[in-house]
């Protein structure tokens, strides 16, 4: 049983666009949520993370919108660069347990 | 350059091998964290060792086995391999221990490839 779904699996964006990742998750005693981004052949690294009593965080380009009620969260980059072109990963934690959405695979076309 | 170091980088080995992967942490880092990464399971949170000690365990399988050193660096043992086994391993480390809520530092990863 997949912990925590994500969407899409793949995206395709225009420079300049913004990019929308989605995930959602069932478990409340999840209580941090953070994005990976990984390129081809390196290992993920995190790129922001947000805890449930914020409803959003911002780091340059990159917005966190987490819905509590909904259970749901979401990653957007704003003015998306081919540079972005990677696999993201979303996350959620209890602290002790760590459940990875199945990752989407961002194309931004100069 | 994440700090985080792994060995070997590649590993090719038959079914029913035995395998160890070696990580090496940050500095200062006192949690090992391991990772299994397939096409069809995506990532999967192994174990976590703190310290020297085991602090969480996910999805890891009893033919699997980890520990951590005195100078904190981390051996996963794969035993009784199967096909299903190949997968891109990766460990990780944080400052902190349990719980964890700090930034977890990956390393590039060992790709294993059972025949």
Wanted: hydrophobic share 30%; net charge neutral; aromatic share 12%.
């Amino acid at each position: 049983q997949q912990q925590v779904k994500q969407s899409p699996q793949s995206l395709i964006v225009q420079k300049g666009g913004i990019s929308i990742i989605n995930c959602a998750y069932e478990n409340t005693a999840f209580d941090y949520f953070p994005w990976y981004q990984q390129f081809p052949g390196k290992g993920p690294a995190l790129l922001i993370a947000i805890r449930p009593d914020v409803s959003e965080k911002k780091e340059g380009r990159f917005t966190i919108s987490f819905n509590k009620s909904a259970k749901q969260f979401s990653l957007h980059i704003m003015d998306s660069q081919p540079g972005d072109s990677a696999t993201y990963f979303c996350a959620a934690s209890t602290g002790n347990q760590f459940y990875f959405g199945t990752g989407t695979s961002l194309t931004v076309i100069p | 350059d994440s700090g985080v170091t792994q060995t070997p980088k590649h590993l090719i080995t038959a079914t029913g091998q035995r395998v160890t992967l070696r990580c090496s942490p940050r500095s200062g880092d006192l949690s090992v964290y391991w990772y299994q990464q397939s096409l069809d399971q995506g990532l999967q949170f192994l174990i976590q060792y703190y310290n020297g000690e085991e602090r969480a365990k996910g999805n890891i399988l009893e033919r699997f086995s980890a520990q951590q050193f005195p100078d904190l660096h981390s051996e996963l043992n794969l035993s009784s391999l199967e096909l299903g086994d190949s997968a891109l391993y990766f460990c990780a480390s944080s400052v902190d221990g349990w719980p964890s809520y700090n930034e977890q530092f990956f390393g590039p990863g060992t790709r294993l490839t059972v025949l």
